[in-house]
């Protein structure tokens, strides 16, 4: 499974962004997918998930009500929705695919990462 995140970019606070991730190799639906971000000196975290179906989510607590996960099974493409970006978002974002559900995904991680794309929140 290879995995290609981009939409990264400089966006004011209070501003938007649309991070996409493509997705070759093996059976796009038969996985799990999800964000994660890796800010500057700090540890990779969970940001989002989204069932193989699309029919269930999963958020951390610190984007929850401003980003939105969701998926085109038909476009072997996820896809992160960024508003109200504040500061503290900027980071790498990585996406990633794993054969579990939501859940154990951002409490363990995942089978196949893609290479990040970085986003940039200036004050």
Known sequence: VQLQASGGGLVQAGGSLRLSCAVSGRTFSSYSMGWFRQAPGKERDFVAAVSWGGGSTYYADSVKGRFTIFRDNAKNTVYLDMNSLKPEDTA???????????????KYGADYWGKGTLVTVSS
């Open 92 to 106: 790498v974002y990585f996406c990633a695919a794993d054969h579990r559900g939501t859940v154990p995904m951002a």
